[in-house]
């Protein structure tokens, strides 16, 4: 039983809640799996980018500071997730898709 | 029409009860008093959010995905262990080990990693039980990936082979569509919903061309049988080679709806079963011995849990099962011809898509294990994945398919086993109840290994029979046909079975044995009063 000083929810904003509950599931179920699979993927290829024009904040060096420099305040929003996740302890167990 | 005793609806009801029961009782319980979880507490997912590998969803996401990661091929062909036992004691073990394993392990896993920072299964196994216990992991799970990839193989060839030959057309649709869909979705960069429909579109015509186009081969089963394993293999081959977004994401994407699909057409043909009159077909109870198989401890705890009836005929009687309780929904018995070419579809693609998965993780393992060193070859894309589908076919034109089914149910199951044996061991370290996990992770431990022994014990009676009795039947019965009308190569191959018998069941078991030590040293130090703090505790006196 509900409290009855609470006042009563709207019908239409149960259904909501219910419509907002089945998305859910059948986005969980079809596609949220395939969705954080081609995130990673993105994620590799970036990581790729990242090394190569960046690589000396991790202390490898590819090209010359200069150029670096350049693209840094383009990269700037995502260094601190960049060195979170290429620091991450990786496994081959991470690899099940 | 039968009475409402003899259908299967007051079973699902009950099971679902049960299911209703362990989730707002055992599980709100165990939450509360093992895991100790606050809703306050920032996860991994908040705390390192961003965006691509932390990101938090909602609890229907979640659901959804974990319902999705669970309901594969086994648990749908589960219950057809009936066969064998009797359906009430596979039903039984279901609700029983679902209720006080199955969950445990899932939430265990799930809440292990939240508190270990997001990581994995491998990492945490290091820092358990150091460089040897991974390398224990990593043997284990090769052995066992090339077992899966054998019983897949072997149960897509007779899928194919069945059916009057009307699912492999469909299955090529699917896996055209997929690849068709990924172009569409990746390259084109067309709406997923539009993307979604065309998909669907494809995969119902195909069905209807499969049963317009039956394809079958003229050799006989057995040798039937040995060429749809290697179309298989070659088709799987691609699937590992090609990268993930081109080939696997979109037919497994694709995939997703006729599978799903047939369970919810199941669950609704059960729940109208009163109306639809359709009753149980099979024994309730058989006994415990089966002539086949063995025993029902441990075979039935291996075998159902994997999830599939080890008499080679009820592959095929599932799908008969599932048309008798569709088929009333969706216009009676004219639609037999499409529910058996749908089902059977349903089953090949639960198959395939899983087992896409299984090569190209198989080819990453290999790459992880031989990358470097003499045998660095073995570790190159191409050679591990035609290595490890190679031996796989092998086994799977080889070896009698149902010894196989147990051989995977037992390392399948083990693996679960040691999961638990994981969780408890933090448990202990964390100082929380380690009853709840320790029961069940030794009752899995010790089953599975049991059952390894049983089913290797089966080849080596069957050597034993041949050679000192020469009793050539029970070798037959250890392997299939063609192998098994060879007695030499029979024998060969039942010696091979020997070995993979042994070798699962001493990885295995080295595995047990280090994580049951981890546990005892854990709860040993758990026992050991906490350090006083240095002023002997009176600022905490004070605050209390």
């Known amino acids: ?16 809640k219910v419509s907002q509950a089945a998305k859910g599931v059948l986005y969980g179920m079809a596609a949220h799996g395939h969705v954080t699979a ?6 590799y290829l970036e990581h790729l980018f990242m090394f190569i024009t960046l690589g000396d904040m991790l202390g490898v060096p590819v090209i010359p500071p200069y150029y670096s420099l350049k693209i840094l305040p383009y990269a700037v929003p995502n260094i601190k997730s960049w060195k979170q996740r290429v620091f991450r302890e990786r496994d081959f167990t991470d690899q099940v898709f | 029409m039968a009475g409402l005793l003899e259908t299967p609806f007051l079973w699902v009801v009950a099971t679902i009860a049960l299911y209703a029961v362990a989730y707002w009782g055992y599980g709100k319980w165990v939450d509360r008093n093992v895991w100790r979880s606050d809703a306050k507490k920032a996860t991994p997912a908040h705390m390192y959010m961003d965006g691509v590998e932390y990101f938090p969803v909602s609890r229907y996401v979640l659901w959804g995905y974990q319902f999705k990661s669970v309901a594969a091929l086994g648990p749908i062909l589960g219950p057809f262990i009936g066969i064998a036992y009797g359906w009430i004691p596979a039903l039984l073990w279901i609700i029983g080990g679902n209720f006080f394993i199955g969950w445990l392990q899932d939430y265990g896993s799930m809440m292990l990693s939240v508190r270990k920072e997001g990581r994995s299964f491998g990492p945490i196994t290091y820092e358990f039980t150091g460089a040897k216990g991974r390398n224990n992991l990593l043997a284990f799970v090769l052995f066992y990936l090339i077992i899966i990839s054998a019983t897949f193989i072997a149960l897509i060839a007779q899928f194919w082979n069945a059916f009057g030959g009307t699912t492999f057309v469909p299955t090529i649709g699917v896996l055209l ?9 990746y390259k084109l960069k067309m709406n997923v919903m539009a993307v979604t429909v065309i998909g669907i579109g494809l995969v119902i015509v195909s069905i209807y061309l499969g049963m317009l186009i039956p394809v079958t081969m003229p050799w006989g089963a057995a040798w039937n ?18 990268p993930v977004p081109t080939f696997i994401q979109p037919t497994n994407y694709l995939a997703f709806y006729p599978a799903y699909t047939a369970i919810m057409l199941l669950l609704l043909g059960a729940l109208l079963s009163p109306f639809t009159g359709v009753p149980v077909a099979e024994p309730a109870f058989v006994g415990v011995w089966n002539n086949t198989i063995g025993p029902i401890w441990p075979i039935l705890f291996v075998s159902v849990v994997a999830g ?27 639609a037999n011809a499409v529910l058996a070419t749908f089902f059977g579809l349903v089953l090949i693609i639960y198959a395939l898509t899983v087992q896409a998965l299984v090569t190209r993780f198989f080819r990453l393992v290999a790459g992880e294990t031989w990358g470097e060193g003499r045998f660095h070859i073995l570790g190159n894309k191409h050679v591990a994945t035609f290595f490890g589908l190679g031996v ?12 196989l089914w147990l051989y995977f149910g037992g390392a399948n199951q083990l693996l679960a086993g040691l999961a638990i044996m994981l969780i408890a061991i933090y ?19 010790v089953t599975t290994l049991a059952a390894l022994i049983w089913e290797t014990w089966t080849f080596v009676n069957a050597a034993i029979q041949y050679v000192v009795y020469n009793n050539a039947a029970a070798l037959a019965q250890q392997t299939r046909p063609p192998v098994s009308g060879v007695t030499l190569a029979a024998l060969a191959i039942d010696a091979v079975f020997v070995g993979v018998g042994v070798a699962l069941f001493l990885v295995g078991l080295s595995m047990a044995i280090r994580l049951f030590r981890t546990y005892g040293r854990s709860k040993a130090e758990g026992r050991v009063p906490a350090p006083a703090a240095a002023d002997g505790g009176e600022l905490e006196n004070k605050s209390h």
């Open chain 1, 1 to 16: 039983m509900g409290d009855p000083n609470q006042p009563a929810e709207p019908k239409g904003r149960k259904r909501q």
């Open chain 1, 38 to 43: 081609a995130l990673r993927t993105r994620m």
């Open chain 2, 177 to 185: 569509s997929g690849l068709l869909c990924g172009q569409l979705l």
């Open chain 2, 225 to 242: 049988t040995v060429y749809w394993a290697a179309i298989c293999a070659v088709i799987l081959y691609v699937a590992a080679i090609l």
């Open chain 2, 308 to 334: 599939l009836s080890p008499t080679g005929a009820s592959v095929t009687a599932w799908v008969g099962g599932a048309q008798a309780l569709v088929s009333p929904l969706v216009g009676g018995k004219s």
């Open chain 2, 392 to 403: 796989s076919w092998v086994f799977a034109i080889s070896g009698s398919w149902w010894a």
């Open chain 2, 427 to 445: 448990l202990a370290k964390t100082r929380s109840p380690t009853r709840n996990y320790v029961i069940p992770g030794v009752f899995m431990v």
